[in-house]
């Protein structure tokens, strides 16, 4: 697995920081990979500063079933199955996120699910941050720049009895794919970062509505903005627009995947 080193920030030339395309998934086999990298993993720099996944995602409610929308999980690796966690919209459109211990074991697993469902047919801005603890208080998510948490009651926690230790296993890193299960949605800006983001920065990233400027957060690992700056012609390469070069790539995809509904 791929290593980068622990202090991390953004690139010193970034673009423009709002949004000029988004990526559509059909649902039926198109996807991004990412491959693997320590830092795609809870704490994997070892710097115990926490982790936090920011995406906009825009979900059809017609037709509706559960969407894998970013995940680090379910990919045979030397014949096993490895675990490590991935963000969906479940079968009650619930905004869920699963943490998995010990990486071989799907039965140890601490889940984070939101109490009402997301929005659907609009762009929504989802920011998950932990901070490695396995407690309740360290879990937040913020939906639309909106807290949620088992504090804030809007949130529940569940698995913190069977949870002994996250593993960092070389499973990729893919949006819109576990497994053979694809998913139908669009999505825009999307980031990682190798730290447990304050309220004031998640409320930052949604800025009102519109993608906000994140390349000054330290500790980006990677910033996909689904097409910029080249449109379609960006196909099947999606930049990273951190200093970090994590590039995914679009799977069995066009550049007509490349919209303009932006968020």
């Given at each position: 697995m791929l290593?980068?080193?622990?202090?991390?920030?953004?690139?010193?030339?970034?673009?423009?920081?709002?949004?000029?395309?988004?990526?559509?998934?059909?649902?039926?086999?198109?996807?991004?990979?990412?491959?693997?990298?320590?830092?795609?993993?809870?704490?994997?720099?070892?710097?115990?500063?926490?982790?936090?996944?920011?995406?906009?995602?825009?979900?059809?409610?017609?037709?509706?079933?559960?969407?894998?929308?970013?995940?680090?999980?379910?990919?045979?690796?030397?014949?096993a199955t490895r675990y490590e966690w991935q963000l969906v919209s479940d079968f009650a459109k619930r905004l869920k996120i699963t943490i998995y211990s010990q990486g071989l074991d799907d039965s140890k697993k601490i889940i984070f699910k939101s109490i009402e469902a997301l929005p659907m047919d609009q762009w929504v801005n989802i920011v998950f941050s932990w901070g490695l603890a396995a407690t309740s208080s360290g879990f937040v998510a913020h939906i639309n720049g909106v807290k949620h948490s088992v504090a804030n009651e809007n949130m529940t926690l569940s698995g913190l009895s069977s949870w002994v230790a996250f593993t960092n296993t070389p499973v990729t890193l893919r949006f819109a794919r576990r497994g053979q299960t694809y998913s139908v949605f669009k999505m825009d800006d999307t980031?990682?970062?190798?730290?447990?983001?304050?309220?004031?920065?998640?409320?930052?990233?949604?800025?009102?509505?519109?993608?906000?400027?994140?390349?000054?957060?330290?500790h980006l690992v990677g910033w996909w903005k689904m097409g910029d700056n080249e449109g379609s012609d960006a196909h099947p390469t999606l930049d990273d627009f951190s200093s970090n070069s994590n590039n995914g790539t679009m799977n069995n995809m066009t550049g007509q995947n490349i919209t303009q509904d932006i968020a």
């Amino acid at each position: 697995m791929l290593g980068l080193a622990s202090g991390l920030t953004g690139g010193s030339a970034l673009p423009d920081p709002y949004s000029k395309f988004s990526v559509s998934f059909n649902g039926t086999d198109e996807y991004v990979e990412l491959g693997d990298n320590d830092l795609f993993s809870p704490n994997g720099s070892g710097s115990n500063r926490g982790f936090t996944v920011s995406t906009w995602v825009k979900i059809p409610s017609e037709n509706y079933a559960p969407k894998q929308i970013i995940t680090k999980t379910d990919q045979f690796f030397s014949g096993a199955t490895r675990y490590e966690w991935q963000l969906v919209s479940d079968f009650a459109k619930r905004l869920k996120i699963t943490i998995y211990s010990q990486g071989l074991d799907d039965s140890k697993k601490i889940i984070f699910k939101s109490i009402e469902a997301l929005p659907m047919d609009q762009w929504v801005n989802i920011v998950f941050s932990w901070g490695l603890a396995a407690t309740s208080s360290g879990f937040v998510a913020h939906i639309n720049g909106v807290k949620h948490s088992v504090a804030n009651e809007n949130m529940t926690l569940s698995g913190l009895s069977s949870w002994v230790a996250f593993t960092n296993t070389p499973v990729t890193l893919r949006f819109a794919r576990r497994g053979q299960t694809y998913s139908v949605f669009k999505m825009d800006d999307t980031a990682i970062f190798d730290d447990a983001l304050s309220d004031a920065q998640a409320v930052s990233i949604y800025n009102s509505g519109q993608p906000g400027d994140i390349s000054a957060i330290n500790h980006l690992v990677g910033w996909w903005k689904m097409g910029d700056n080249e449109g379609s012609d960006a196909h099947p390469t999606l930049d990273d627009f951190s200093s970090n070069s994590n590039n995914g790539t679009m799977n069995n995809m066009t550049g007509q995947n490349i919209t303009q509904d932006i968020a």
